[in-house]
């Protein structure tokens, strides 16, 4: 197993379009998160996996975010009607159980 | 609230040790962890303490916590241009352990 898998690791997209990213977990990690990081900050909690089921939401994770985690394996995250303020790094951690969480190498939104 | 705090940057020079101070906020957190970014790059886990322990030491790394006083240290010892790196602190807060909640990170500089 290579960690957390990512992709792609760099969007670009023009605003109001809508984008997808998918994250593949390590394989036997039941947990998975997505967190979002700006220049110059920590990473930020989006929301949350417990297997297929979506336990919490940040409130940062606006309507036109979307997440889901079908069967409970690889996960994708969806913006509909990106804005500028999009524009940030989306990384994807997976765990098991309560232990620590490894991260992906991130994708890269640029809204232009 | 749910602040974990770091100060922002750390210059040292090559050989010397490295601290970088972390101060969290939940006492309920079970773990807390270091993590390393590089530019451009994902997070990686340096290390983590379980909140009963005092002390953890890994290699050049050593991990001290102030529970009393929500206190985190890592030290690096004999630290090389390659430590150079954002340092993160982290603590994992929900009810079960679901959200990681970050610091604003530490630069790290190691001058030769």
């Known amino acids: 197993d290579t960690g957390v898998s990512q992709d792609p690791r760099h969007k670009i997209t023009k605003r109001g379009q809508n984008v997808t990213f998918r994250c593949d977990p390590i394989?036997?990690?039941?947990?998975l998160y997505w967190y979002r990081q700006t220049l110059g900050q920590g990473p930020e909690f989006l929301t949350y996996f417990q297997n297929e089921a979506q336990l919490e939401k940040s409130r940062l994770l606006s309507d036109r975010f979307s997440a889901e985690r079908p069967k409970g394996s690889f996960s994708t995250l969806e913006i509909q009607r990106t804005e500028q303020g999009d524009s940030a790094m989306y990384l994807c951690?997976?765990?098991?159980?309560?232990?620590?969480?490894?991260f992906g190498q991130g994708t890269r939104l640029t809204v232009v | 609230g749910e602040d974990v705090e770091q100060s922002l940057f750390l210059s040292v020079r090559e050989g010397d040790s490295s601290v970088i101070n972390c101060t969290y906020t939940d006492s309920s957190s079970t773990y807390l962890y270091w993590y390393k970014q590089e530019p451009g790059a994902g997070l990686q886990l340096l290390t983590y303490i379980f909140s009963n322990m005092d002390m953890k030491q890994d290699q050049r790394l050593t991990v001290l916590l102030n529970k009393k006083d929500k206190h985190l240290s890592l030290r690096i010892a004999d630290t090389q241009t390659g430590d150079s790196a954002i340092y993160f602190c982290a603590e994992n807060l929900g009810n079960y352990g679901q959200n990681f909640v970050f610091g604003p990170g530490t630069r790290l500089s190691v001058l030769p």
């Open positions: 394989s036997e990690h039941n947990r």
């Open positions: 951690a997976s765990s098991k159980d309560t232990s620590e969480a490894f």
